[in-house]
Nanobody
Framework: QVQLAESGGGVVQPGGSLRLSCAASGFVFSDYPMSWFRQAPGQERELVATILSTGLVTNYALSVKGRFTISRDNAKNTLYLQINSLRPEDTAVYYC?????????WGQGTQVTVSS
């Protein structure tokens, strides 16, 4: 059974940083691209960043490019999102996701709140 579990969210002041993690199990993690999405209250879920299976290719939403860094450790079956220079508009629930033979799987999400 494919499972994803996010952690690392919290409340931070504007300009602060957080590192989100996503622990994966139930599939061959190193074979699949992974993505981070986020969903703010009252808004649709939006793609934040994607990383291909080897970790060598990444893509970012324009709103986070230069502030967020997606990475992965295939030996630890873990996906990361380093988020720097946080802004109030980054407040959202952050989800990791993958598309495997089992279908689209989402984690439960981790809340990031940016507030002074």
């Amino acid at each position: 059974q494919v499972q994803l579990a996010e952690s690392g969210g919290g409340v931070v002041q504007p300009g602060g940083s957080l590192r989100l993690s996503c622990a994966a199990s139930g599939f061959v993690f190193s074979d699949y691209p992974m993505s981070w999405f986020r969903q703010a209250p009252g808004q649709e879920r939006e793609l934040v960043a994607t990383i291909l299976s080897t970790g060598l290719v990444t893509n970012y939403a324009l709103s986070v490019k230069g502030r967020f860094t997606i990475s992965r450790d295939n030996a630890k079956n873990t996906l990361y999102l380093q988020i720097n220079s946080l802004r109030p508009e980054d407040t959202a629930v952050y989800y990791c996701t993958t598309l495997s033979p089992a279908g689209r799987t989402w984690g439960q999400g981790t809340q990031v709140t940016v507030s002074s």
